[in-house]
């Protein structure tokens, strides 16, 4: 079982100075621990349901630019990219950059946004739902063009590429993972089974909530011709791993066995001392799985 760190606060400490030191030491003390992945959040607002729109939040690739360059091994990923928060061919050139610039540690997590405020509040263009996922998945097939051989048009509903040019490619081959976020049962998980290699469930609703909606990929899967092992199982822990160590192992054994691979944990003090904390917990990790 591996464990990722996903970033979503950038509050503490208040000072704003101390968000880049702050971060750095963060990220080298969780590889330092033995974390696998290091996300962080696609908004430009703080989620209003949290904390306080006005509080800081930082833009999510330019942020994980800076923490490629302060680590070595951890995969880099945001949790997830927002569809309508960038046209696909950029978003496309954007992973390829972290992808280079990290050594090939870039993954591309991606859903259909949700965070309606920011949009409205920044002037992007809120479109209904279903062209949401009409547009995500025109993104995915545009990503997949692009690290391809084919540098040809894309001819899509939403989207128009007369060339599809992407140079330097993705280090990682064949490109860099695709994560799907979200479950969503007729569309978000089908969309997993056309395209993705990996789903990321929320964990809040309990081990039996991520058991059916593994149920419901794994029928898409059958539908769609997919091979259901050959995508990664990923889900965002209720628990905290710090504060009941032997809880939050219950819950990620009872994951294990439903064939997850790697769980995300988010910060619930300082996240320095949270990262250096995760060295208590990992070593019983390495039992589970």
């Known amino acids: 079982m591996k464990l990722g760190l996903h970033y979503w606060n ?3 400490p208040a000072d704003p100075a101390a968000i880049a030191p702050t971060l750095a030491q963060t990220a080298t003390s969780a590889e330092q621990a033995g974390v696998a992945s290091f996300t962080v959040m696609d908004h430009f607002f703080q989620m209003d349901a949290v904390f306080a729109a006005e509080e800081p939040m930082l833009e999510a690739y330019t942020t994980l630019g800076y923490v ?6 951890m995969t880099l990923g945001v949790l997830v990219t927002g569809v309508m928060y960038r046209y696909p061919g ?4 954007t992973v390829t950059t972290l992808d280079v610039l990290s050594g090939g540690r870039a993954r591309l997590g991606i859903g259909a946004s ?7 509040g920044l002037g992007v263009p809120v479109v209904p739902v279903a062209e949401r996922f009409e547009r995500l998945e025109e993104t995915l097939r545009i990503c997949l063009q692009m690290w391809s051989a084919d540098d040809g048009p894309f001819n899509g509903k939403h989207y128009q590429l007369a060339e599809t040019i992407n140079s330097p490619q993705p280090l990682s081959r064949p490109h860099p993972p695709i994560m799907i976020g979200g479950g969503g049962e007729k569309k978000t998980l089908l969309l997993v089974a056309r395209y993705a290699d990996a789903c990321n469930l929320f964990g809040r609703g309990g081990t039996d909530d991520v058991a059916r909606k593994l149920d419901v990929l794994r029928g898409h899967c059958a539908a769609e011709g997919r091979d259901y092992d050959t995508i990664e199982k990923t889900v965002v822990a209720s628990q905290a791993p710090l504060d009941d160590t032997d809880a939050f192992l219950a819950e990620v054994s009872a994951y294990a066995a439903l064939g997850v691979s790697e769980v995300q944990v988010t910060p619930d003090r300082h996240p320095v001392e949270f990262a ?4 208590e917990v990992l ?3 390495a039992d589970i799985g």
């Open 10 to 12: 950038y509050s503490t």
């Open 68 to 73: 490629a360059a302060k680590t070595q091994r």
């Open 90 to 93: 950029l978003l496309a050139k």
């Open 114 to 120: 949700w965070y309606e405020r920011e949009q409205l």
């Open 276 to 279: 250096q904390r995760l060295s």
């Open 283 to 285: 070593p019983r990790l």
